[in-house]
């Protein structure tokens, strides 16, 4: 072999070699490119992940204070309508007891209430029933229908009567104020005025029953 032919076979092993490892190069450059590529796009994407999370999340807190709020104020309009409705309804009521203090039947109901509290009341023992101011014009004739000593209360309560035995210190509170302040206590919003209206009608008035 020629000094030409050995450099000739020189020259083409050397730009061989140079080529295998310029191809080795660009493989593993391509490939630490690709990684690279890889944690770049798995970062941004978890990145975009967690930012659209906290984004999600702050909205849904946005609307869940929003809601709140909007409940709140659905409940205290509601509440302001309850009361409203339950004013009226009980002012309406109390109307009805006005017209129903002026029949006899009212006077039955005192009578039946002061022998009822007589009735719980042991030898020996103090009972004093008190009734309501504007009933004192029949003070006569319940004293006479039940023999008791009755006491006009200092003020009113609307009607009924309240009976005390004091030796065992028992409040027997029949009052139509007593009654009433249950009544609306235990008040349902949703029950209709008309049932209402027809329950003390039906009992003449009375809020006994």
């Given at each position: 072999m020629?000094?030409e032919?050995?450099?000739?076979?020189f020259?083409?092993a050397?730009?061989?070699?140079?080529?295998e490892?310029?191809?080795?190069?660009?493989r593993?450059?391509?490939e630490?490119l690709?990684?690279?590529?890889?944690e770049?796009?798995?970062?941004?994407r978890?990145?975009?992940e967690?930012?659209i999370?906290?984004?999600?999340?702050?909205?849904?807190?946005e609307?869940n204070k929003?809601?709140?709020a909007?409940q709140?104020?659905?409940?205290?309009k509601?509440?302001?309508?309850h009361?409203e409705?339950?004013d009226?309804?009980f002012d309406?009521i109390?109307?009805?007891l006005?017209?129903?203090?002026?029949?006899?039947?009212y006077k039955?109901?005192l009578i039946?209430?002061i022998?009822?509290a007589?009735?719980?009341?042991?030898?020996g023992?103090?009972l004093?029933?008190?009734i309501?101011?504007?009933?004192?014009?029949?003070l006569e004739?319940?004293?006479?229908a039940?023999?008791?000593?009755?006491?006009?209360?200092?003020?009113?309560?609307?009607?009924g009567?309240?009976?005390?035995i004091t030796d065992?210190h028992?409040l027997m509170?029949?009052s139509f104020?007593?009654?009433l302040?249950?009544?609306?206590?235990h008040?349902?919003?949703?029950?209709?005025?008309?049932?209402?209206?027809?329950?003390?009608?039906?009992?003449?008035?009375s809020?006994?029953g």
């Open positions: 020629t000094t032919e050995k450099l000739q076979h020259k083409e050397s730009l061989d070699s140079a080529r490892k310029s191809a080795l190069e660009i593993e450059y391509k630490a690709n990684k690279i590529y890889k770049h796009k798995a970062s941004k978890s990145q975009a967690l930012e999370k906290t984004e999600t999340d702050h909205i849904k807190r609307n929003s809601l709140s909007a709140l104020h659905i409940k205290r509601l509440t302001r309508k009361k409705i339950t009226k309804l309406e109390k109307e009805l006005t017209d129903y203090r002026s029949t006899p039947e039955d109901l039946s209430q022998k009822n007589q009735s719980y009341v042991k030898p023992e103090e004093i029933i008190y309501d101011p504007a009933d004192e014009p029949a004739e319940l004293t006479a039940t023999g008791a000593a009755l006491s006009i209360s200092e003020y009113s309560f609307l009607g009567t309240r009976s005390i065992r028992i509170d029949n104020t007593a009654k302040d249950e009544m609306k206590e008040f349902n919003f949703t029950a209709r005025i008309s049932e209402i209206k027809h329950k003390y009608k039906r009992n003449g008035g809020l006994n």
